[in-house]
Antibody
């Protein structure tokens, strides 16, 4: 069974750093295209970052230079290192898998979400 | 960046009625468009991918159509569990973007 479990969210002051983790089971993270998608309170969905099986990564302009996506193949885990956090980064952060075979590279599995609150 | 505009923002319908949701892209996304359903406190759920393919386990009352810049999600007969927010998303290029959502509420 495919599962994604996020951790690492919390309350942080502006300018601080957090690292989100997404532990995967039932499939291999490094063989899939994985992404972080966030949702600010009461708002819509925003793609933050993606990492392809090749290792190539892309970032939204709003987080470029501050966030880094990575993965640990031995732990089958996806990460999002978030530095220089701003109030506007406050959101629920979801990790999601994009499956070519099952969903045409759209997000067929999502984690439960990790809440990040940036406030002084 | 491709902007996806969803309409209407809110759709008020009764169980058993037909729901028609629209998603318009600012430039062609070919058929690389998906629809998700999100209920309060839950992660989004993939309903439709590549315009018209139902994801695993999605009931046949959900269908998608369109191409290029204009897309439609149709729910043929609303069940109570279908009242939720629906988002479209493209994967034509980076950044992937989502529409602003359509809330389907009980009339």
């Amino acid at each position: 069974e495919v599962q994604l479990v996020e951790s690492g969210g919390g309350f942080i002051q502006p300018g601080g750093s957090l690292r989100l983790s997404c532990a995967a089971s039932g499939f291999t993270v490094s063989s899939n295209y994985m992404s972080w998608v966030r949702q600010a309170p009461g708002k819509g969905l925003e793609s933050v970052s993606v990492i392809y099986s090749s290792g190539d990564a892309y970032y939204a302009d709003s987080v470029k230079g501050r966030f880094t996506i990575s993965r640990d193949n031995s732990e089958n885990t996806l990460f999002l290192q978030m530095n220089s956090l701003r109030a506007e980064d406050t959101a629920v952060y979801y990790c999601a898998r994009a499956s070519a075979a099952a969903a045409g590279y759209f997000f067929d599995y999502w984690g439960q979400g990790a809440l990040v609150t940036v406030s002084s | 960046e491709i902007v996806l505009t969803q309409s209407p923002a809110t759709l008020s319908l009764s169980p058993g009625e037909r729901a028609t949701l629209s998603c318009r892209a600012s430039q062609s996304v070919s058929r690389y468009l998906a629809w998700y359903q999100q209920k309060p406190g839950q992660a989004p759920r993939l309903l439709i991918y590549d315009t018209s393919n139902r994801a695993t386990g999605i009931p046949a009352r959900f269908s998608g159509s369109g191409s290029g810049t204009d897309f439609t999600l149709t729910i043929s007969s609303l069940e109570r569990e279908d009242f939720a927010v629906y988002y479209c998303q493209h994967r034509s290029n980076w950044p992937l973007t989502f529409g602003g959502g359509t809330k389907v509420e009980i009339k």
